[in-house]
């Protein structure tokens, strides 16, 4: 499995609270990324990062908020988090982007916003 | 924009059957195709990458296949085993390797 990590696990919020969210690797893989899975949607993206302070959007990025300044960390920021947020948040890796590079996925953070 | 379609939704099976899964995508314009596995409350586990300039790609009991210009791809599972019960993903890249999923096929594999 590539050395991917995911923290918290789970996490319970009210509404209006900021959450963050935080992916690990030990791969020192350049692009990192933030997706969501909920039903109906299948997994879309919410940022992504191709280098340390290199971040851009994805398909759902509104409410939503990253930083990276070390290779092997990517945060997800909630900054006043609304009950539309609960979902299940993946973390994913690739070395470079191209026709060779697969993407690999962390365990997941389950986030319910109350 | 990339549409990706996989059907069927679900399938049920008895063990030891092939079975094929079915995936489409809109852009022919694609560098690669990814499937993934998915179990209940898990993450997404790697199967296989097929290159654009591929037609096949085997792992073990999966053997991919793509054909870009009718943008297709399809998983073929080689004696099905209750272990191979899971969701299975497609995905393709846009640019900046962003992934675009489609919906998956649940697959229940019965002993």
């Known amino acids: 499995d590539a050395g991917i990590t995911q923290s918290p696990r789970h996490k319970v919020t009210e509404t209006g609270t900021p959450v963050t969210l935080r992916c690990h690797q030990t791969?020192?893989?350049?692009?990192m990324y933030w997706y969501r899975q909920d039903p109906g949607h299948g997994l879309r993206l919410i940022h992504y990062?191709?280098?340390?302070?290199?971040?851009d959007k994805g398909e759902v990025s509104d409410g939503y908020s990253v930083s990276r300044s070390k290779t092997e960390d990517f945060l997800l920021t909630l900054e006043s988090a609304t009950s539309s947020q609960t979902s299940v948040y993946f973390c994913?890796?690739?070395?470079?982007?191209?026709?060779?590079?697969?993407?690999?996925f962390g365990p997941g953070t389950r986030l319910t916003v109350t | 924009k990339q549409e990706v379609t996989q059907i069927p939704a679900a399938l049920s099976v008895p063990e030891g059957e092939n079975l094929v899964l079915n995936c489409s995508f809109t852009?022919?314009?694609?560098?690669?195709l990814q499937w993934f596995r998915q179990d209940p409350g898990k993450g997404l586990t790697s199967l296989l990458l097929?290159?654009?300039?591929?037609r096949e790609q085997t792992s073990g009991r999966l053997n991919a296949s793509l054909d870009k210009s009718s943008g297709r791809s399809t998983l073929y599972i080689a004696a099905s085993q209750p272990g191979d019960s899971a969701t299975y993903l497609c995905a393709v890249p846009n640019a900046g390797n962003m992934l675009t999923f489609g919906g998956g096929t649940r697959l229940m594999v019965k002993p």
């Open positions: 097929i290159q654009s300039s591929q």
């Open positions: 791969e020192n893989h350049r692009y």
């Open positions: 994913a890796i690739s070395e470079s982007w191209g026709h060779t590079y697969e993407q690999y």
């Open positions: 990062s191709y280098g340390v302070k290199d971040t």
């Open positions: 852009d022919s314009a694609i560098y690669n």
